[in-house]
């Protein structure tokens, strides 16, 4: 597999007849945010007679409107006057730290501790489910440019979580009977060689963890590099781990991420997929609606309506993070909501097994369920959908109607509606509603 980053990756724009001017610009957003895309991006899913507006793309390319202004020009000005390497490092790095690396307090508040000890490499924001970070998957076949995992792909070992051996996780689980899934997360873990993630699967399996009964794989896999389970090698090793797994009595997941209906139409994608089904598998499909990509009803009706007749399971359509390059991929969440009702009117039931929009914020996952008015004042109505309390889950409250917020912490209570706590700093004029004991850490778990 080749893949271009880098310079390289300007390279290959200059190859395909992208302009100077752009390439500047893919220069100094790339000198801050990380970028990579292989040959079967480039080759088989970007319509290159379309670019710079191909949906893949804005995906997958560096746009200027990635970075703030000041942080654009800043950086700019750096690369035009030959800039020291070390200069344009630690510009990078403090740019980095403004774009908000870890949304959701990840790190504050999930990552878990047994005996007193911190246990890096794994998160446990609910009582079900664990997510581990093999330290050998954390990079990606291709990077999307509104991944919020974007801090893991840097080379700042600060940002990065991983977990480097079972050892911890399996001590871990063992002292949790909560924990009902495990989702393997990164980067991307089908990026391991299938020996490697046979290592951390397998100790899963092992008695005193029964209680583990789903096995998840998120992955863009799929989409970026479907010969992971076709014709590479340890293709059929790693579909023999997954009928391993089932047979164990685990349901195995594939959490795949498709953004757009133009990365299911190749014969590649199709073939990986009833591969991993004839497993016993299941793929759930799930991706963010982002701007300039798939802020478009008729792309996500398209792309549920396809992974039906594939076999998968709609799961998410979630709301972009306050993170990385949102000023470029955010969208409000009134025009969000608006984009998954009528989506979600253009399929049968079979594809509305898809929940949206829904913010993993910090306190949980967070649905937008509607937009209404009550006593002449419109609101958002809202539900936790998953909640670090799980007594919170399925729990409604409102919030004012705004038409320009994109993210939770924008919000404010409505119509003295119950609100759920935020760790990040309270919401706009919403400190004295809130429920500060919505905030939970899971038992055993260390703020750090």
Known sequence: MKTYSHGQLATLA????????????????????????????????????????????????PHRDMLPVATFDRIATLLDSQASRDVLRK????????????????????VPSLNGRRVDGLQHKYDETVLLFPSQGQTCHSYCGYCFRWAQFVGDKELRQAAHDSVGTTAYLRAHPEVTDVLFTGGDPMIMRTELLRRWSEPLLEP?????????????????WPYRFTTDPGADDLLRLFERCVAAGKHVAVMAHFSHPQELRTPAVRRAMARIQAT?????????????????ADAWSRMWQTLVELGAVPYYMFVERDTGARSYFGVPLARALDIYTTAIRGVSGLARTARGPVMSASPGKVLVDGVTSVGGQRVFVLRMLQARRPELVGKPFFAAYDPHAEWFDELRPALGSWFPATTQGAPRGTRDLLDISAVRVPEGASCG
Do not use: C
């Not at 970028?35 to 997958?60: G, H, M």
């Not at 510009?91 to 999930?110: I, K, M, S, V, Y």
């Open 208 to 224: 005193g963890l029964e209680h583990v009964r789903t096995l998840r794989f998120g992955t863009k896999a799929l989409s970026y």
């Open 14 to 61: 200059a190859d395909r007849g992208m302009s100077e001017d752009y390439l500047r610009e893919l220069r100094v957003v790339a000198s801050v945010l990380p970028f990579k895309v292989n040959e079967y991006v480039a080759d088989e899913l970007i319509d290159w007679s379309a670019a710079p507006d191909d949906p893949i793309f804005r995906l997958t390319f």
């Open 91 to 110: 510009a990078a790095t403090d740019a980095r730290a403004e774009l908000n690396p870890h949304p959701g307090d990840q790190l504050q508040f999930n």
């Open 280 to 296: 016993g598998a299941v793929i759930r499909a799930q991706a963010p609606l982002v701007g300039h990509v798939n802020d478009d």
